[in-house]
Structures are given as C-alpha cells and as structure tokens.
C-alpha cells in the first residue's frame, strides 16, 4: 500500500489559486461570541433521575436534540420538565392547589401527534408565548403508556380556566384536572373539572 502525501507547499514563485487563497483566509468562529438568548426561567428536565439544568434556549435546545423522542420511549417511561425548584409531585408547594391540562392519546397516535404535541408544549414553556400565563405554569410532563399516552402541563392554580388550542385536530380534548382529585381519585380515572 502506499503512503498519502500532503500536497507540497507553494514557493514563492509558484502560482496560488482561489482556492487556496480562500482557505487561508477563513477563520474559525470563536463559539463564545455566539448571542445566547436566556430562558425566562430556568428549566429541570427529568426523566427518572433529574438531567441537566438549562440557562439559555440554546443550551436547553442542544439538550433536548440528544434524548430520544416521546414516542421512541418504552411504555412506563415519562418525560417532565419543571422550573428549577419545582419539583414533579403534587405535594410540592407549588403544585398543590394546581392541576394539568391533559390531553390524552390512543397508542395509534403516538407517531403522528404525541412527539408534536410535547414539541409544542416545550416551545411554549422556553419561549415567550405564554407571558401572560408563565408565572402560572409549574412545568409539563409526558407519559409513554401500553394503551395511552398523556401529555400534561401543570399549573400553580386550579381556579385559572384560561388555554390555548395548539393546532389540535377537532376530536382531541384537553381536560383540566386538579391535583387534589388526581391524589384522591378512587377508580383508574380523573374527572374532568373543565373541558376545551
């Protein structure tokens, strides 16, 4: 076999061309010169054990472009993502008087809406599009299950009726339910205390 060489380097009267000219003039961006934008509150996102905690869009952007989709997950398997300081149970203090907004998806439509849905769900809560409502808002989670999929956003206050209908197909409902009533719930399901 034999050895690749480099190509030789131009002497002084040798000929350059655009090429080369080209090379020899692009630099390489400095990343630290990059804008980062700052989340409006930092974010927890857990799955099973609590991961990394983000300070900018991009840093929590590049976070979630290296874990699987929702609907890769095995069924048992959640997703949540709370303020910082909030953490995913009802007891916590500023869950307990609040519920979740849920939508609720049969498992044939875990690939076509259940990674849109979360998708969307997180672009809300890192952007600004729910300004209005952020201090309200605790975190979302999204539960990978054997017959259905959920996708919930918690909030602080049960008393709040206000939503936003994020692109749903007509059939899908989201249903809000308080935490007190999830907690003490005596059959498999939650009743429903407002429906959009």
């Not at 976070?63 to 095995?74: A, C, E, G, P, T």
């Given at each position: 076999?034999g050895t690749?060489?480099p190509p030789?380097?131009?002497t002084?009267?040798?000929?350059?061309t655009?090429?080369?000219k080209?090379?020899?003039?692009q630099?390489?961006?400095?990343?630290?010169?990059?804008i980062k934008h700052p989340l409006?509150n930092?974010?927890?996102?857990w799955f099973?054990?609590k991961m990394?905690k983000?300070?900018?869009v991009?840093d929590?952007?590049?976070?979630y472009?290296?874990?699987?989709?929702?609907?890769?997950?095995m069924?048992?398997?959640?997703?949540?993502?709370?303020k910082?300081g909030?953490e995913?149970t009802?007891?916590?203090?500023?869950?307990?008087?609040?519920?979740?907004?849920l939508?609720?998806?049969?498992?044939q439509?875990r690939?076509?809406?259940l990674d849109?849905f979360?998708?969307?769900t997180l672009?809300?809560?890192?952007?600004?599009?729910?300004?209005d409502?952020?201090d309200d808002?605790?975190?979302?989670?999204v539960n990978?299950?054997?017959k259905?999929?959920k996708r919930?956003?918690w909030?602080?206050?049960c008393?709040?009726?206000?939503?936003e209908?994020l692109?749903?197909?007509?059939?899908i409902?989201i249903?809000?339910?308080?935490?007190?009533?999830t907690a003490?719930?005596?059959?498999?399901?939650?009743?429903n205390?407002?429906?959009v």
């Amino acid at each position: 076999m034999g050895t690749i060489l480099p190509p030789p380097a131009p002497t002084p009267n040798s000929p350059t061309t655009e090429e080369e000219k080209t090379e020899s003039h692009q630099e390489v961006a400095n990343p630290e010169h990059y804008i980062k934008h700052p989340l409006q509150n930092r974010w927890a996102l857990w799955f099973f054990l609590k991961m990394k905690k983000s300070d900018t869009v991009e840093d929590f952007w590049a976070l979630y472009n290296h874990i699987q989709l929702s609907s890769n997950l095995m069924p048992g398997c959640d997703y949540s993502l709370f303020k910082d300081g909030i953490e995913t149970t009802w007891e916590d203090d500023k869950n307990k008087r609040g519920g979740r907004w849920l939508i609720t998806l049969n498992k044939q439509r875990r690939r076509s809406d259940l990674d849109r849905f979360w998708l969307e769900t997180l672009l809300c809560l890192t952007g600004k599009s729910s300004d209005d409502y952020s201090d309200d808002v605790c975190g979302a989670v999204v539960n990978v299950r054997a017959k259905c999929d959920k996708r919930a956003m918690w909030t602080t206050e049960c008393e709040n009726k206000e939503v936003e209908r994020l692109g749903l197909p007509p059939k899908i409902v989201i249903g809000y339910q308080s935490h007190a009533d999830t907690a003490t719930k005596s059959g498999s399901t939650t009743k429903n205390t407002f429906v959009v």
